[in-house]
């Protein structure tokens, strides 16, 4: 089993067992994003408390198979499970607070978008967009950027295909780790 079927399975294993195969399936046949909305619906029915870290991973795995604009809103209303945060998302589905002017040459054009914040040094990872001529914010991110730990500039930037490795950055390159 690769790293991403591993992970998939271990945050399907979160809801009880028939229900946890049905998200396991939806891996296995290729129906990514019916399993992450069966996920989150089961985790929000059950009133199953997730760890801060998973609801980032899940919300990542969202953003991977373009369903995470759909999804936020219940995976934001997921219980806690009360352990240790050291990620929290911060965004709710709804409009986030915007960041531009960034020095970065490649960003210059582009709206960031706080997305998940490490709690224990402060950097966001966010997502950059394009605004598009009908006023709003591109569909799909052409970067994801690690901020500084000051959110004045970007540590890291990341191409568009990359998000897992932006968020591994945010949860392993912590210097409070």
Same mark, same amino acid.
């Given at each position: 089993m ?11 294993e979160?809801?009880?067992?028939p229900?946890a ?7 296995d ?13 089961g985790?929000?029915?059950?009133q199953?408390?997730?760890a801060?870290?998973?609801r ?7 953003e991977?198979w373009?369903?995470?604009?759909? *999804? &936020?809103p219940?995976? $934001?209303?997921c219980?806690? #499970?009360?352990?240790? =945060? ?5 965004? +709710?589905?709804d409009e ?9 040459p490649e960003?210059a ?5 706080p ?14 967009h ?8 591109s569909f *799909? &991110?052409?970067?994801? $950027?690690?901020s500084t730990? #000051?959110?004045?500039? =970007? ?5 568009f +295909?990359?998000?897992?490795?932006a968020f ?10």
């Amino acid at each position: 089993m690769d790293e991403d079927t591993t992970r998939w399975y271990r945050l399907a294993e979160l809801l009880p067992a028939p229900a946890a195969q049905d998200v396991k399936d939806c891996w296995d046949i290729g129906e990514q994003e019916s399993g992450l909305g069966m996920l989150v619906e089961g985790l929000l029915a059950r009133q199953i408390p997730v760890a801060a870290v998973d609801r980032a991973r899940i919300s990542v795995l969202a953003e991977q198979w373009g369903v995470r604009e759909q *999804l &936020a809103p219940g995976l $934001v209303r997921c219980l806690g #499970d009360g352990g240790p =945060a050291p990620l929290q998302l911060l965004d +709710d589905g709804d409009e986030a607070e915007v960041v531009t002017g960034w020095p970065e040459p490649e960003l210059a054009k582009l709206v960031l978008v706080p997305w998940i914040g490490c709690t224990r040094c402060g950097r966001i990872l966010l997502r950059a967009h394009a605004w598009e001529p009908w006023d709003d914010l591109s569909f *799909l &991110a052409e970067h994801y $950027v690690v901020s500084t730990p #000051d959110r004045a500039s =970007a540590q890291r930037i990341f191409p568009f +295909d990359s998000v897992s490795e932006a968020f591994a950055e945010l949860l392993h390159g912590c210097p409070e780790a």
